[in-house]
């Protein structure tokens, strides 16, 4: 698999460290990450984690 190395100032660092779960990898975080690309209406949001419960049932 091919990897890509990027440049963080430090609070982004920290953030990414806060969100770590055990023996978790830094792939992981961002793997699971939700970016919103849009402001998220209650609608959108209803959606988005219905979908999500479905999906892990």
Excluded: H, I, Q
Excluded at 29 to 49: H, I, K, N, Q, S
Aim: charged share 30%; aromatic share 8%; net charge positive.
């Amino acid at each position: 698999m091919a990897t890509k190395t990027f440049t963080l100032e430090m609070d982004a660092c920290e953030k990414l460290l806060l969100a770590k779960r055990g023996g978790e990898s830094f792939t992981e975080v961002v793997r699971r990450a939700v970016v919103v690309e849009a402001p998220l209406t209650g609608a959108a949001l209803r959606e988005y984690f219905s979908a999500k419960w479905e999906r892990n049932r």
